[in-house]
């Protein structure tokens, strides 16, 4: 008799560990900057037999944007099906921010009833940068001055050389070049750095942000160098969020300084368009610097061919 009533509490038990289904939400981190990104980790244990899967598509609220979508992942098969997927998300609102239940609908291998499961909501802090103190806003540090050095004119130097070899090449052409040899010199193609500096010296000198234009400023300025990195990297930084632009410079010979300065600045200018931010006066004038030394760092002037060579 003992032995029977353990066999049936042995089947009981099978049977109850085999005929649940679960349904977890887990967050890489609770605690982000606005802006930033973080994965939700979404992860269903089922019986084999039992007809439920992912949903395909995600809405998270008005708060919350969903970037990306991974594929399911089986990282269990035994007692229990155990699959998992990942939700890449931002927010751009501040405070605590609810990310909503998850549903998911499924059906027992033994009805033709549609039944549905959800998560329990999660909860993001996401922080922002206070604009009203600079000193605040960290991990930006007091700006050094540094006294000027040749290497500080360098770019303007090599920027007027070539120009002046070029003038005196074009020159050189148009005098030696007979009436009736009437010939089509190719258009002179600037390098992305000069265009950038140039752009870069108009925009300080009309004093946008003085005059309380800061989104345009901002606006102008974070262009401007999306721009040079296009052309000078040929990667699609005007299309891209400053995610994709950090993860694009990545494997480039630029250094951790320069790409720590580089992604403040677009962080700020994302939340002066994004999150209306009004950033102190002399967070402008830094940005500013930052900048034109990200394009004198990282300019790259090609070899000039000798006439001749192949």
């Known amino acids: 008799m003992k032995k029977i009533i353990l066999l049936f509490l042995i089947v009981s ?18 605690h982000i900057l606005i802006g930033d990104q973080t994965r939700v980790h979404l992860i269903l244990t089922k019986n084999p037999s039992w007809n439920a899967e992912f949903p395909t598509d995600f809405k998270l609220g008005d708060s919350i944007e969903v970037l990306d979508i991974s594929l399911v992942d089986t990282i269990g098969i035994s007692p229990n099906l155990i699959l998992q997927q990942h939700l890449t998300i931002t927010t751009f609102d501040s405070g ?8 998911l609908t499924y059906k027992h291998p033994t009805s033709e009833a549609v039944q549905t499961i959800k998560t329990r909501p999660l909860f993001l802090n996401v922080a922002t940068i206070a604009v009203t103190d600079s000193s605040t806003l960290s991990p930006i540090k007091t700006i050094l001055e540094e006294a000027k050095t040749l290497e500080d004119y360098m770019a303007y130097i090599i920027t007027a050389g070539v120009l002046a070899v070029a003038g005196l090449l074009i020159w050189f052409l ?34 946008l942000w003085q005059k309380g234009e800061v989104k345009a400023y901002q606006s102008q300025l974070t262009e401007t160098v999306r721009e040079y990195i296009e ?9 891209s969020t400053t995610f994709e632009i950090v993860q694009f410079l990545k494997d480039k010979d630029i250094s951790t300084d320069l790409k720590t300065r580089l992604r403040e ?43 001749g060579t192949v």
């Open 265 to 307: 600045m677009l962080d700020i200018a994302d939340l002066v368009k994004f999150a209306k931010a009004k950033p102190s006066q002399n967070i402008h004038s830094k940005l500013m610097e930052d900048a034109v030394r990200f394009v004198r760092e990282t300019l790259y002037i090609p070899p000039v061919e000798e006439e």
């Open 231 to 239: 052309k000078r990297y040929e990667i699609p930084a005007l299309e």
């Open 96 to 103: 605590r921010v609810k990310i909503p239940s998850i549903p």
């Open 174 to 207: 148009v005098r030696r070049r007979k009436p009736d040899e009437e010939e089509v010199l190719p258009p002179v193609v600037r390098p992305p750095h000069e265009i950038a500096l140039e752009k870069l010296f108009t925009l300080k000198k009309a004093e």
């Open 13 to 30: 038990l099978t049977t109850l560990a085999f005929g649940q289904i679960k349904l977890e939400a887990k967050l890489d981190s609770s």
